[in-house]
């Protein structure tokens, strides 16, 4: 079932208030739940040693969310400087933060040397001349190509522009020991939203069968296998859960076996965030206006500016109507924002209540990937995160977006640059 059933005990009652407090829109995210998951998480790997959670701070990039992050004992996987700052703002330092970039800058590799540092997961062979101090602990993103198939969202590995590919993987780590390299880890990420837990598992013996082989190259021994994000979750509620546990009992096994061969296991990492965050939130609009015509229409207070999964990927979310989730879902609509692209849409001919304006409409599962992917285009802004918090109060976590902030970045007097040749 898509957003769980104690998540929305916890929020419907208390609802309405919340709107009518802060108005709407807004993102309520819920902190027992993902407690709750994290705690999950941690307890189905329990039986690999050293295991660790470096959430993907991409998904819900929000302090507060990190904090509980911290709380659960996780570390932080970034890509950018910004999400380097937020980690270390939250007090994360060196081996507690993974990045993750690609397509890497300089300046990116001087920043996350800073303040302690962090592991770098290099993306490409080329890679290794340009970091400017060469770190002990390196790891690399390895890209299985054709021998995996991927899914639709993170694409085919072969066409995946992530990773060094299998034939570059022995010299990426031996051109990095030559760098002064002593610590080793090797990561991938080859599936996202994956609801088959057997495709996590091979992901796990496919790191594991080229750790030995690099061993075997090279004699070095991994530190840790990261088998990255993409655990996934059932937006819809005709989709199964992932099966966590047979999921982690099958790992488990998989490190156990290298261990009796080898003598030692790399620990093993991973980096999700769907996962953890996107069943815990919730998008919650007021219908303000209803439309007939080829079709019917919902129009909400808010649109793809927060939440664009519908749109960019064709993903379904839930949507349930407060006050009205025990009525027959006898009616059709499409419900739509006000952006001026026809794909702003959250639901698609979708069967639900009867609508009248001013009702509530919950948006399931946008603790991932939600807000964070949300933009500006048409000067639509973006709206406050709340938390609901595990005492019952709410807080707000992210004001929403102002027309100060959107007319920040522009200049209404000229800021001129003239060249030194010009034709005119
Ligand atoms: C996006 C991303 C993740 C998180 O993916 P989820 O699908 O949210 O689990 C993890 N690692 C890397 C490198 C990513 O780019």
Do not use: W
């Not at 470096?54 to 890509?79: E, H, T, W």
């Not at 937006?235 to 290298?258: C, G, K, V």
């Not at 015509?293 to 379904?316: F, H, K, N, Q, W």
């Amino acid at each position: 079932m898509p957003m769980s059933e104690d998540f929305k005990a916890r929020l419907l009652p208390v609802v309405e208030e919340v709107a009518a407090h802060y108005g709407t829109p807004f993102h309520i995210y819920d902190e027992a739940g993902i407690r709750q998951t994290g705690e999950a998480l941690k307890s189905a790997f329990a039986g690999i040693e050293g295991f660790q959670e470096y959430y993907a701070v991409k998904a819900l990039p929000n302090p507060r969310i990190l904090q509980i992050m911290q709380d659960l004992g996780f570390g932080f996987d970034c890509s950018s400087i910004p999400e380097l700052i937020l980690s270390r703002k939250v007090g994360a330092t060196g081996e507690q933060i993974m990045f993750t970039s690609n397509n890497t800058t300089l300046e990116e590799f001087e920043f996350a040397a800073q303040d302690g540092g962090c592991i770098l997961n290099l993306d490409d062979i080329s890679l290794i001349d340009k970091v400017p101090q060469f770190p002990e602990l390196i790891c690399f993103r390895y890209n299985p190509g054709p021998r995996r198939t991927g899914n639709l969202i993170i694409g085919n590995p072969v066409e995946a522009k992530y990773g060094v590919t299998h034939e570059q993987v022995v010299d990426a780590y031996r051109l990095a020991r030559d760098k002064g390299a002593k610590r080793f880890g090797l990561h991938t990420m080859v599936a996202s939203n994956e609801l088959d837990h057997s495709y996590m598992v091979e992901t796990a013996r496919m790191l594991l069968q080229v750790a030995e082989m690099v061993e075997t190259e090279l004699g070095i021994r991994f530190e840790f296998v990261n088998i990255g994000g993409g655990f996934g979750i059932p937006y819809h509620p005709d989709q199964q859960a992932l099966n966590l546990t047979r999921m982690a009992s099958e790992i488990t096994a998989l490190f156990d076996q290298f261990k009796a061969q080898h003598g030692y296991v790399p620990k093993m990492v991973m980096e999700s965030g769907r996962y953890m965050t996107g069943p815990h939130g919730a998008l919650v609009t007021q219908a303000i206006n209803h439309k007939e015509t080829y079709r019917r229409y919902i129009g909400v207070d808010s649109c793809m500016s927060a939440l664009m999964r519908p749109a960019l990927y064709e993903a379904y979310h839930h949507i349930d109507v407060v006050g009205k989730t025990s009525l027959p879902q006898d009616q059709v609509y499409d419900v739509v924002g006000s952006l001026c692209e026809n794909n702003d849409k959250f639901a698609v001919q979708r069967a639900l209540p009867q609508i009248e304006e001013g009702d509530l409409l919950l948006i399931h599962d946008t603790g991932a990937h939600g807000h964070a992917m949300g933009f500006q285009y048409n000067g639509r802004l973006r709206p406050q995160e709340l938390l609901l918090c595990c005492d019952g109060s709410i807080e707000l976590i992210r004001r929403a977006e102002t027309l100060e902030d959107y007319f920040a970045t522009q200049n209404f007097s000229a800021d001129l640059f003239r060249p030194s040749t010009t034709s005119c």
